[in-house]
């Protein structure tokens, strides 16, 4: 199955030339030339890969398409291309998981982008790895042990572990009359 990529920009000439460059390169691509019709694709469609301009018919409709694809059920990677780059922080803060900046050698740009459909294919399978509620240990036996954090005490059918005090070696080296002025 090809991967499915959203391209959405307001420019067509850079539309068009990477809807050729991805294509070439294995992918299938829709492309929007707006933020509402990149929200509206989203809304119809499953991709695996949504790489949106921020400035659009407004200089919102980036932030708007980015946090469709946040909402969207089926979880596509988001790449944020930009002509005018923002600060790490800030396109993370927006929900992007990374920036492309155009102009870029097609290369470079591929390179971008599978490693950022592999990192996110990777993140995928690990938030949809079932948890425990609760944390949870094993005792020697392999039986589960219920650990209370906070209060660092065990809870379980099996003998709870007993606390050790430590005393430092100075301490104890100390002679009687040393610890009653110390």
């Given at each position: 199955?090809?991967?499915r990529i959203l391209l959405v920009d307001d420019e067509v000439a850079v539309l068009l030339t990477l809807k050729a460059v991805l294509e070439i390169s294995g992918f299938d691509v829709d492309t929007a030339t707006s933020g509402r019709e990149g929200k509206h694709k989203l809304r119809s469609r499953e991709y695996h890969m949504v790489i949106t301009d921020m400035r659009m018919e407004?200089?919102?409709?980036g932030k708007e398409v980015i946090a469709a694809a946040r909402t969207a059920p089926y979880h596509p990677a988001v790449a944020l291309l930009t002509a005018f780059p923002v600060a790490e922080e800030d396109f993370q803060e927006l929900g992007a998981d990374k920036m492309l900046v155009k102009p870029m050698h097609t290369k470079v740009l591929l390179q971008q982008i599978d490693k950022l459909m592999?990192?996110?294919e990777t993140n995928l399978k690990i938030w949809s790895?079932?948890?425990p509620a609760n944390p949870a240990v094993t005792n020697g036996n392999g039986a589960l042990t219920r650990v209370a954090a906070k209060r660092g005490t065990a809870k379980s059918s099996a003998k709870a572990p007993t606390k050790i005090k430590t005393v430092s070696k100075r301490a104890s080296d100390k002679t009687g009359s040393e610890r009653k002025t110390a």
């Open positions: 199955m090809k991967r407004n200089d919102e409709a592999a990192a996110h790895t079932p948890r």
